[in-house]
């Protein structure tokens, strides 16, 4: 069965540092990597999405694809309090009608 | 307001007993889905429900059954509950595809004594 790896399990940051975040997949058929942030006692909320190889960034948050090793990292820069949260990545194999979520990575960002 | 709603919060019940949980969007999509979230955060797809096709993962056991009147209510029935069925219960909406967003409910947390 299709496996979605996340690493580190936890990772404790200080504020203003940089936040690295991975994520492999063990299907090569995945089209698409999403990354959802869950905040303590709240739901997922979709963080970024990449569908092609190379980089997207969005303000202090920046996403890489390597489609050839199904690699996808985050990184968050000058990191804050309020991006503690559970960061949870999620593959969707083509055509597969399910997302395949990892077990996620606990960031803590210190103040 | 748009968004998913889910009802009840929290749920305690004990062995053997029926449970139903709500879920409504109006964010305007045509696929549903639950997902169970475990006490280690583990997210797993339970149901996908797109204009009246259920999928369902083989996974999960036959004591959960969804429940749809139209695209915008997918509902969760479990009957007999476990202890092991003790989690928060995500109800989520997207429009059909791999590129679609999926908008995840408030949850629903079960816990069964």
């Known amino acids: 069965q299709q496996k979605v790896q996340q690493s580190p399990e936890s990772l404790i940051v200080p504020e203003g540092g940089m936040a690295s975040l991975n994520c492999t997949s063990s299907d090569r058929n995945v089209d698409y990597f999403w990354w959802y942030r869950q905040h303590s006692g709240k739901s997922p909320k979709m963080l970024m999405s990449i569908f092609s190889n190379g980089e997207k960034e969005e303000g202090r948050f920046t996403v890489h694809l390597n489609k050839a090793s199904l690699h996808t990292s985050l990184h968050i820069r000058d990191s804050q309090p309020s991006d503690s949260a559970l960061y949870l990545c999620?593959?969707?194999?083509?055509?597969?009608?399910?997302?395949?979520f990892g077990s996620g990575t606990q960031l803590t960002v210190m103040p | 307001e748009t968004a998913v709603f889910q009802t009840p919060n929290y749920h305690v019940t004990q062995v053997g007993n029926e449970v139903s949980f709500n879920c409504k969007q109006t964010?305007?999509?045509?696929?549903m889905y639950w997902y169970k979230q475990d006490s280690k955060k583990l997210l797993k797809i339970m149901f996908s429900y797109n204009n009246k096709q259920l999928i369902v993962n083989e996974t999960v056991p036959r004591r959960f059954s969804p429940q749809s009147s139209d695209k915008a209510h997918l509902n969760l029935r479990i009957k007999s509950v476990e202890p092991e069925d003790s989690a928060v219960y995500l109800c989520?909406?997207?429009?059909?595809?791999?590129?679609?967003?999926?908008?995840f409910g408030p949850g629903t947390r079960l816990t069964v004594l």
């Open positions: 989520a909406s997207s429009f059909w595809g791999g590129d679609a967003e999926q908008f």
């Open positions: 964010l305007g999509h045509d696929t």
């Open positions: 999620a593959a969707d194999p083509s055509g597969s009608w399910q997302l395949i």
